[in-house]
């Protein structure tokens, strides 16, 4: 009798506490949804446990890259993104596509001919048309929405407020265009994004505004702005951050916190030459960390009118893509929560 109490009354206490298995995803159901970036070295069942009982978004961090699913014409690569997309579906979470065009990690076979020559646009289109039809009809009983175009908006001064890539060499900015048209034709259903990083710079967010306004004019079905969201523990403000999200309100329905993370440094941006180092964790920067956590969900909370979903760009510490060092997530390299998940998760 005795030995049922002593086991019943804390998990009373902490039941009233609301600790008790509740996760991120319950604790922000009145905001928005929370999500992960996963890639399958997440599939374990240790870390599958963490991700049902926190996220009830998924996106995949590489798997649905153009270059990790159609590597050259023809040859199809579906085994890493099948996996996630059947644990989502097991689950019952709805997944992010990201992404069908990028100037990274992308199918830069689309470029050339057999002969390694440059192809026309007529023949680039056709092909990235039939890429994003297979892959979106594909996934559309799981994907909910797309990040079409990811990153096609310069950061820097310049002529074009476009990036000089190889896309926008060939085609200019009709690419952002067509892509979008051709995921509206195959799901129309699905909620297309446009993507992007430095999102809060002021410069950058009314150029990005700009071009979704342009792209709309000329009949690009864009539904909703992505904020990749890759800040660090002094940036951005959050007077900033609620003006950019007050912005793409204006020219877009739907608003969603893509890629979240924190780096312990200066650094911050979608750039993929990362400095892995970041600085020492000293107790300051550790609460300067959660600070700024705190300070983050605060803002997004009081903007869930116009939030959706906000996106960590990885589970924990130790599979991020910045480095454990960088210290950027909730959960650190041992897959523990940090004190700072603790405040983002009780926050009043
Ligand atoms: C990153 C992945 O996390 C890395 O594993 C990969 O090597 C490079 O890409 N912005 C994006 C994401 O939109 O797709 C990038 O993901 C991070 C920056």
New binding site residues.
């Given amino acids: 009798m005795m030995r049922k109490y002593l086991v019943a009354l804390p998990m009373a206490l902490l039941m009233v506490s609301g600790a008790w298995a509740q996760g991120l995803k319950d604790a922000y159901k009145d905001y928005f949804r929370m999500g992960v ?1 996963l890639s399958g070295r997440n599939m374990t069942p240790e870390q599958e446990d963490i991700i049902t009982r926190e996220f009830n978004s998924v996106t995949c ?2 798997a649905m ?1 153009p270059g990790s699913l159609q590597p050259a014409e023809g040859r199809w690569n579906w085994r890493e993104a099948d996996r996630i997309a059947n644990f989502c579906r097991e689950h019952g979470i709805k997944m992010r596509g ?2 069908l065009v ?1 100037h ?2 992308f199918a830069d076979w689309m470029f050339y001919d057999a002969q390694g020559k440059p192809v026309d646009k007529k023949l680039f289109y056709k092909r990235l048309k039939k890429h994003i039809r297979t892959v979106v009809k594909r996934y559309k009983d799981v994907v909910y929405c797309w ?1 079409v175009v ?2 096609a908006i310069a950061d820097g001064p310049g002529d074009t407020p476009f990036r000089k890539s190889k896309l926008y060499e060939l085609c200019a900015d009709e690419f952002i265009l067509k892509a979008f048209k051709f995921a509206r034709q195959a799901d129309p259903k699905a909620l297309l994004f446009y ?1 992007d ?1 430095n999102e809060v710079n002021p410069h950058k967010c009314e150029r990005i505004c700009q071009m979704i306004l342009d792209m709309k004019k000329r009949g690009a079905p864009i539904d909703g702005m992505g904020m ?1 969201g ?1 800040y660090n523990i002094h940036y951005p403000a959050m007077n900033e951050l609620s003006e950019a999200i007050e912005k793409y309100a204006r020219v877009v329905d739907h608003i969603q916190i893509t ?1 979240l993370d924190v780096r312990a440094n200066m650094q911050h941006g ?1 750039d ?1 030459n990362v400095d892995k180092k970041g600085e020492a964790i000293t107790p300051e920067v550790k609460s300067k960390f959660e600070q700024q956590y705190v300070n983050l969900f605060r803002t997004l909370r009081q903007h869930s009118d116009k939030i959706e979903v906000v996106t960590f ?2 589970l924990t510490d130790r599979d991020s ?1 910045l480095g454990a060092d960088n210290y950027p997530l909730l959960f650190d390299k041992n897959r523990q929560p940090k004190e700072a998940y603790h405040k983002v998760l009780n926050l009043e």
């Fill in positions: 970036a961090e590489n890259k990201h992404c990028w990274n990690q990040d990811n990153e993507n990083y990749q890759h890629e979608g993929l760009w990885n893509w």
